[in-house]
């Protein structure tokens, strides 16, 4: 008995044993492991639920492409069917009918028996066969137009005027599916730069603030200390209430603001979480991303323009879609109805003007932004060197007694303000970088990015 519970106790371990080890890789991974920037990137473009979505119309719209298609095909091969048919018959009956009327020149009348024609009777029965073979053919002829009269009647109900008008509709159909699939899969291309771009936005952003809430951080403790160094002063009557007021008043500032930012930290690692299609409360740590010191001029912003008029889908689609309006008023006979269809093509060709000054001015706002964005990193670059250089200064004072530790401090805060503000000043470049890269590229970012973006400055 004590053998069999001991194996059963042993059974009821390794159990245990091999759960905990297929779950703690996962567990340890999704708890303990930073993500990158690219893994967030990567991360919200695979579980996007828009994207998804879009799948399946791309999936959708093809398939409706293949029974368009099927359906066209099979109206084609009818519709050369029906005209080989009685083209056929048509052709063979009209040479029958001319070898009779050869016969009947010679004096052949049908009803006559062979032997009135005294040597010439198989000419006669022939002549008989021809008749009767003409006769048949006719009956066919009769019944295939009756057919074809019948279909039309169908087709007729179903307000298609004839198989021809049938064959185009379907036509038409074919290549209206096959677009929609094009252009689906243009905006899922377009979608995932523009996803990419949202999630390298939040993921700095939460990068800069975890920094500024470091940087509060030393800067709140400090300033509790020089506020409690304050009142030990006023008690010894070496300063006065006034200017402890002051420091508890700078003091309690930075507490807020420390409080401010850790809450908003915590709802945009939320708002990342979303887009990763993670748990919102899954706990997220973001790797460092370093920007290079060295800054890139702007482009070229004629040739930005150029670019992203020529990359633009939009410009891709207006042209098909006038190309199509234009085969459509070949077809028209109608006035009336060609003049409603040149007034679609004028004002598809006046949007598309209005489409392209809109580029142009969005291309020159970016292009601004970037040189401003160039700029303001390329000076916070040189305030946080000189701070550098401050702190490494009066580190060696501290070091050899001639400043005191909290003045050190102090110009640690300095420091580490002046780090922040480069960190922040690059992340601005960066974005804006990739920003003016989309566009060269014909995409640019929708208004609820833009909106984010402003709110997060």
């Known amino acids: 008995m004590k053998k069999k519970a001991w194996k059963s106790w042993l059974v009821i371990f390794l159990i245990f044993f091999f759960l905990i080890a297929a779950l703690w890789p996962a567990y340890a991974q999704e708890i303990n492991s930073e993500l990158s920037i690219e893994d967030i990137q990567e991360l919200a473009v695979k579980n996007n639920r828009s994207l998804k979505t879009i799948d399946h119309l791309i999936s959708q719209s093809t398939h409706a492409g293949y029974i368009y298609n099927n359906e066209y095909k099979r109206s084609v091969s009818n519709s050369i069917g029906r005209y080989v048919?009685?083209?056929?018959?048509?052709?063979?009956?009209?040479?029958?009918?001319?070898?009779?009327?050869?016969?009947?020149?010679?004096?052949?009348?049908?009803?006559?028996?062979?032997?009135?024609?005294?040597?010439l009777e198989d000419e006669y029965n022939?002549?008989?066969?021809?008749?009767?073979?003409?006769?048949?053919?006719?009956?066919?002829?009769?019944?295939?137009?009756?057919?074809?009269?019948?279909?039309?009647?169908?087709?007729?109900?179903?307000?298609?005027?004839?198989?021809?008008?049938?064959?185009?509709?379907?036509?038409?159909?074919?290549?209206?599916?096959?677009?929609?699939?094009?252009?689906?899969k243009k905006l899922k291309e377009d979608s995932e730069?523009?996803?990419?771009?949202?999630?390298?936005?939040?993921?700095?952003?939460?990068?800069?603030?975890?920094?500024?809430?470091?940087?509060?951080?030393?800067?709140?403790?400090?300033?509790?200390?020089?506020?409690?160094?304050?009142?030990?002063k006023k008690q010894n009557g070496l300063n006065t209430k006034s200017d402890v007021s002051?420091?508890?008043?700078?003091?309690?500032?930075?507490?807020?603001?420390?409080?401010?930012?850790?809450?908003?930290?915590?709802i945009l690692k939320n708002n990342i979480n979303d887009l990763m299609g993670r748990d919102v409360n899954t706990e997220l740590k973001i790797s460092k991303f370093s920007i290079p010191e060295v800054v890139e001029p702007a482009p070229n912003v004629d040739q930005v323009i150029k670019d992203a008029l020529e990359n633009s889908y939009y410009f891709v689609k207006t042209e098909r879609d006038l190309k199509d309006l234009k085969d459509d008023l070949d077809d028209i006979e109608d006035s009336n109805k060609k003049q409603i269809k040149k007034d679609e093509l004028s004002m598809l060709e006046l949007e598309r003007e209005s489409k392209r000054s809109e580029i142009v001015n969005k291309v020159k706002a970016i292009h601004a932004s970037y040189e401003e964005k160039a700029k303001?990193?390329?000076?916070?670059?040189?305030?946080?060197?000189?701070?550098?250089?401050?702190?490494?200064?009066?580190?060696?004072?501290?070091?050899?007694?001639?400043?005191?530790?909290?003045?050190?401090?102090g110009t640690e805060v300095k420091y580490l303000q002046a780090l922040?503000?480069?960190?922040?000043?690059?992340?601005?470049?960066?974005?804006?970088?990739?920003?003016?890269?989309?566009?060269?590229?014909?995409?640019?970012?929708?208004d609820d990015y833009t909106n984010l973006k402003n709110s997060l400055n």
């Open 85 to 119: 048919m009685g083209a056929g018959d048509i052709a063979k009956k009209r040479q029958i009918d001319e070898a009779i009327k050869k016969y009947e020149e010679l004096g052949f009348q049908e009803g006559k028996s062979p032997s009135a024609y005294p040597g």
């Open 126 to 184: 022939y002549y008989i066969s021809l008749k009767l073979t003409s006769a048949m053919l006719g009956t066919s002829i009769s019944s295939t137009a009756d057919l074809i009269e019948g279909q039309l009647d169908i087709l007729s109900a179903y307000g298609i005027a004839n198989s021809n008008s049938l064959t185009k509709e379907l036509k038409s159909k074919r290549d209206e599916a096959r677009n929609t699939t094009d252009d689906l």
């Open 193 to 232: 730069k523009q996803i990419r771009q949202m999630a390298a936005l939040l993921g700095l952003e939460a990068l800069n603030l975890q920094n500024k809430i470091d940087t509060l951080d030393k800067a709140y403790n400090q300033y509790l200390k020089m506020t409690e160094v304050e009142r030990l």
């Open 246 to 266: 002051n420091l508890a008043v700078e003091t309690s500032s930075y507490g807020k603001q420390l409080k401010y930012a850790r809450a908003n930290l915590n």
């Open 376 to 409: 303001a990193y390329e000076l916070a670059i040189v305030k946080f060197k000189t701070m550098e250089d401050e702190y490494n200064w009066d580190k060696l004072r501290c070091e050899n007694g001639l400043i005191s530790k909290l003045m050190l401090t």
């Open 420 to 446: 922040t503000e480069k960190i922040e000043a690059g992340y601005d470049y960066y974005i804006v970088k990739q920003e003016l890269a989309l566009a060269q590229k014909g995409v640019f970012m929708p």
